[in-house]
């Protein structure tokens, strides 16, 4: 499948920063979405985005559908210590049936 | 969403053998996926498992070595065979609900394995 280029690959920080990851890709997504998978568990979905240029949020975390369709954003603001865990980012290759290509994950650390 | 379940949940194996991992869904979806990750490594798609048809291989990955059937729209099965160590990884189905588009994918809890 197409890389994904997911960065930061990991971060620690005090609870009550912000937190930005992002994605970029050289191809075009129809679709990108963002995971977290907790040690043990499977990834949960967090955000979906349709739209080039679209901005999503799901309580404290807002997530963007680049212009260029080619890059996507998440923001995790005012962290918690169970935010703790990876986050993956995922696409939809246009012209590529449903496959979702994913990112390597953000290594996201917490201290109280 | 969908409520996703996964049998076993982990499992230690020996090389050459075969293990069978299920999965069920608590509605009838029409696509059903099937993810391969890798110790310490993100997801790749192993097979997407359309009820009433073939399941659909990505490159790298071939029918012999990871069979699947779907026998209806809520239920998938996936086996790996003839294991060696390099198949230990997580294994984990995601399926697609109605109303959301084919690309919107829920993952199930995963199965652990470990080959001996």
């Known amino acids: 499948g197409q890389q994904l280029n997911q960065s930061p690959q990991s971060m620690f920080i005090q609870e009550g920063e912000d937190v930005s990851m992002n994605c970029t890709s050289s191809?075009?997504?129809?679709?990108w979405l963002w995971y977290k998978q907790d040690p043990g568990e499977g990834p949960v979905l967090l955000i979906a985005?349709?739209?080039?240029?679209e901005l999503t949020s799901n309580g404290r975390l807002t997530a963007q559908f680049g212009i260029t369709r080619k890059d996507s954003f998440l923001n995790i603001s005012a962290s918690i210590p169970s935010d703790v865990g990876i986050y993956f980012c995922?696409?939809?290759?246009?012209?590529?049936?449903?496959?979702?290509?994913f990112g390597k994950g953000t290594s996201l650390l917490v201290t109280p | 969403s969908a409520v996703i379940s996964q049998k076993p949940s982990r499992d230690i194996c020996q090389r050459g053998t075969s293990l069978t991992i299920q999965c069920q869904v608590d509605?009838?979806?029409?696509?059903m996926f099937w993810y391969r990750q890798q110790p310490g490594q993100s997801l790749t798609l192993i097979a997407t498992?359309?009820?009433?048809?073939?399941?659909?291989?990505e490159s790298g990955f071939v029918i012999d070595k990871f069979p699947i059937s779907r026998p209806n729209l809520t239920f998938s099965t996936l086996t790996v065979s003839n294991m060696s160590p390099e198949d230990s990884s997580i294994y984990l189905c995601?399926?697609?609900?109605?109303?959301?588009?084919?690309?919107?994918?829920?993952f199930g809890p995963g199965t652990r394995l470990l080959v001996l």
């Open positions: 995601s399926v697609a609900p109605p109303g959301q588009g084919f690309e919107t994918q829920y």
């Open positions: 191809s075009i997504f129809n679709t």
């Open positions: 498992a359309n009820q009433g048809s073939e399941a659909t291989y």
């Open positions: 509605s009838q979806v029409t696509m």
């Open positions: 995922a696409g939809q290759l246009q012209n590529s049936g449903y496959a979702l290509n």
């Open positions: 985005l349709y739209k080039a240029g």
